[in-house]
């Protein structure tokens, strides 16, 4: 039987070990974790070659994202990258002292802070979305359009599904060990 790829060699494998399992979650999964793990080195090393780290990206995008001033709430800011408030305290605190953010009083609320992008960030942002841009054009440089087109509505579809799956959070029962 041919393989046309690591994963198909996976699944024909776990078939005969264990032929009660449906794998057709596994062949699709699979090859997203190790998509995923392609475009984690090709982001990782798009955003190097710019100066920053993947998570300085994130949080420089998203005021970049925004237009000028480039300048966001912190609230907005844990809210796009998903992550905790004290986390997002530290990356800006982090970001300040690089010079590629500052803080200022938001004029709107005297106790609020915005976060405003520096002209360096805005610099290393932008030439890390090129890189980034270009690298994931490189990475897909095998679909067609009209496959690429297809595959972004799939993966915004199985996206959707996810956001809404609740794992299942009861425990496994073993057999007692004799």
Request: aromatic share 0%; glycine share 2%.
């Given at each position: 039987m041919k393989h046309d790829?690591?994963?198909?060699?996976i699944i024909a494998d776990w078939g005969t070990a264990r032929p009660d399992l449906d794998l057709a979650p596994l062949a699709i999964f699979s090859r997203l974790w190790r998509v995923s793990k392609?475009?984690?080195?090709?982001?990782?090393h798009a955003f190097e070659r710019s100066g920053l780290t993947s998570w300085e990206f994130d949080v420089l995008a998203v005021l970049r994202r925004g237009g000028e001033p480039f300048r966001q709430s912190p609230k907005v800011l844990v809210?796009?990258?998903?992550?905790?408030?004290?986390?997002m305290t530290n990356?800006?605190?982090?970001?300040?002292d690089r010079g590629l953010v500052a803080r200022h009083t938001d004029p709107n609320d005297g106790r609020g802070v915005?976060?405003?992008m520096t002209p360096l960030g805005l610099t290393l942002v932008d030439?890390?979305?090129?890189?980034?841009?270009?690298?994931?054009?490189r990475m897909l440089g095998g679909l067609p359009r009209s496959e690429r087109d297809r595959l972004s509505a799939l993966l915004r579809r199985l996206a959707a599904?996810?956001?809404r799956y609740e794992p299942v959070t009861e425990p496994i029962k073993l057999p007692p060990s004799e």
């Open positions: 790829d690591e994963v198909d060699q392609h475009l984690d080195r090709a982001r990782s809210q796009q990258t998903m992550v905790s408030s004290g986390t990356r800006i605190d982090r970001l300040v915005l976060v405003e030439a890390a979305m090129t890189r980034l841009s270009d690298s994931e054009e599904s996810i956001d």
